[in-house]
């Protein structure tokens, strides 16, 4: 089995494609908001769209089912407006399968938390399905997360705060360069590995079960 290995974003990353959610928009200042600042490619879901214009933003592709977009920027951007009206999946979803339609592969997504929690908790989980068919990282106010299957390498720096979720509990899961390691059951619940800490400048997990990995930014 193939190791991927996880860089740690920082401002002078440049994403080969952002998909900005209708969540907290990137705040001046922050990694989101350099990342979103340092790619070409930004695909709005719907009332994002509004938020991105607003801070002089110019979307590829503004995508969803149109609940929350205003009429001023869907009739400025009527061109670039795909309009899906399923409600089966959420315009997280909508705009990650246009990117695979695409051929657009290597993804950050922004903009996927704060407002609702059950809008973040949901957009949060869906990585582990979106990590099966793309290179994808959603980044927040105040980290990274990445989600692996099998076995991944993370860049870190000594005493970086790290996460780890398992989406199917007491499933085998191993890490190395974390403080904390897991029992030999694997982790009893999804939450049971959070609140690590990293040893050194990278750390493994392998896991036989999808897992969520979250890398929190050093305070700036």
Not at 22 to 29: L, V
Not at 39 to 50: F, K, L, M, P, Q
Not at 181 to 188: I, T
């Amino acid at each position: 089995m193939n190791s991927q290995y996880f860089p740690m974003p920082d401002d002078t990353t440049r994403p080969e494609t952002v998909i900005l959610a209708n969540g907290e928009y990137p705040a001046d200042g922050s990694t989101a908001a350099a990342l979103l600042q340092n790619t070409t490619r930004v695909i709005c879901c719907d009332g994002a769209a509004d938020s991105f214009v607003r801070h002089g933003g110019r979307p590829t592709v503004i995508i969803g089912d149109g609940d929350s977009l205003s009429r001023d920027t869907l009739q400025q951007f009527a061109d670039i407006t795909v309009h899906v009206a399923e409600q089966d999946t959420n315009d997280l979803s909508k705009a990650f399968r246009h990117c695979m339609s695409k051929g657009w592969h290597t993804i950050t997504i922004l903009g996927a938390t704060g407002k609702r929690e059950d809008h973040t908790i949901g957009n949060i989980s869906l990585l582990a399905d979106y990590a099966l068919q793309a290179d994808v990282q959603m980044v927040t106010q105040t980290g990274v997360f990445n989600a692996v299957h099998g076995r991944a390498s993370f860049e870190c720096r000594r005493g970086q705060q790290v996460s780890i979720f398992s989406m199917t509990p007491c499933s085998p899961i191993h890490f190395n360069g974390l403080r904390y390691l897991p029992p030999q059951e694997g982790l009893r619940s999804w939450w049971s590995g959070t609140l690590n800490e990293a040893e050194g400048e990278t750390f493994t997990i392998e896991s036989e079960s999808p897992a969520l990995v979250f890398r929190a930014f050093e305070r700036k």
